[in-house]
């Protein structure tokens, strides 16, 4: 009973740190986008009402995931990871799949921009979840996945790419797959990444301007020095907020990849460091409660969700501090995009919810 009680006080405690979060992201956006959404639209609020929708719409999702029977995205996961696939297909269909600065990844259903590479996070997780804990045979693992990553390669997106294969292969791991075949899976994965990164001009210059930032200051180096720019103008405590000078059209898309340069350069080193704890503490109570669970398709369908959205924090905050190349990848609750914030939160509220339902009895715990 005492355990029971603590896994629910658990979901509330992380359910509070996801709206804090949430509410953050939301100012963070109002930040960020103003002077884009000005220039492209002659209001400055139409990036915020854009993703105020996303955030309702999650709210939606979110309770979605809370309240429906977690053997339900289990159950679904087939048709949900088909149907992802199909997503991903249309994006190469002329009329439906909307491209972008050379990139098709996305498409128009029903004058809603949907990301479907987005959908592939959550349904693969539920798919693998359903299928790793009975078994693991590699070839057929390892044929899925590459179907997965070669739709999504073509788009091109290198790092959803990267962020699938690993949560791929994490599923793998997690389920009790052989290390011997993880192995393997590196010893092939790295070399045709190198070789991606290689064949492709723009992933080349990505590759070069980190590793010598200096290279091209007013062309592909220009997004990560202004970045750099502004982590350096927050210092300790920052500009306080709404004083950042980057967000004026300085860095490249200041309110979705680069988002948490405008948060140091207002908040500092403090205030940054403050809101990475939060991430911190949403992954620790996260995998808190899905350890708990013991129904192995469950457990690893909440552990996934946890790699996942863990990955996109890791990557987000790894390239705007230089660690790793820029990739385009969102920060989760931060980040303007309304596909990404709408799966995340669906992926929050599974988590969520097997706390609160500790009692049934298909949900059994340690």
């Not at 048709?79 to 600065?101: H, K, R």
């Not at 990849?257 to 109570?285: K, P, Q, R, W």
Request: net charge positive.
């Amino acid at each position: 009973m005492k355990q029971l009680f603590s896994l629910q006080k658990t979901s509330l405690a992380l359910l509070v740190l996801t709206i804090v979060l949430a509410i953050l992201g939301s100012i963070f956006v109002l930040e960020a986008s103003a002077t884009e959404s000005f220039e492209t639209f002659g209001n400055q609020y139409v990036l915020l009402k854009q993703h105020l929708l996303g955030l309702g719409l999650g709210v939606i999702s979110l309770s979605l995931g809370m309240f429906l029977p977690h053997k339900f995205w289990i159950k679904a996961s087939p048709f949900m990871f088909i149907s992802s696939l199909i997503l991903l297909v249309l994006v190469f269909i002329p009329g439906i799949g909307l491209e972008l600065n050379g990139s098709k990844r996305w498409i128009s259903v029903f004058g809603f921009v949907v990301q479907p590479v987005e959908t592939l996070k959550l349904s693969l997780s539920a798919f693998y979840a359903r299928w790793l804990t009975h078994h693991q045979r590699f070839g057929p693992f390892l044929f899925i996945t590459a179907v997965c990553t070669g739709l999504i390669i073509l788009q091109p997106d290198l790092g959803s790419t990267l962020l699938i294969a690993t949560l791929a292969t994490s599923m793998y791991f997690l389920a009790g797959g052989k290390i011997k075949n993880i192995l393997i899976t590196l010893a092939v994965g790295i070399p045709l990444v190198i070789g991606l990164i290689f064949s492709s001009s723009y992933r080349r210059n990505r590759l070069t301007t980190f590793l010598n930032p200096e290279s091209d200051p007013l062309g592909s180096s220009f997004q990560i020095r202004q970045i750099t720019l502004a982590l350096g103008r927050g210092g300790l405590v920052g500009q306080g907020l709404g004083n950042s000078s980057q967000k004026f059209a300085y860095i490249p898309e200041a309110s979705s990849d680069s988002i948490f340069a405008i948060v140091g350069e207002e908040l500092g080193f403090l205030g940054s460091t403050l809101i990475i704890l939060m991430f911190v503490g949403f992954i620790t109570l996260g995998f808190k409660i899905v350890n708990a669970v013991k129904d192995p398709d469950i457990k690893l369908l909440g552990q996934a969700c946890l790699v996942w959205i863990g990955l996109q924090i890791m990557l987000n905050l790894g390239a705007v501090v230089a660690l790793i190349p820029l990739t385009g990848m969102p920060l989760p609750f931060f980040s303007y995009g309304r596909s990404s914030q709408v799966m995340v939160f669906l992926a929050t509220g599974y988590i969520i919810g097997l706390g609160r339902k500790t009692k049934t009895k298909k949900l059994s715990i340690t």
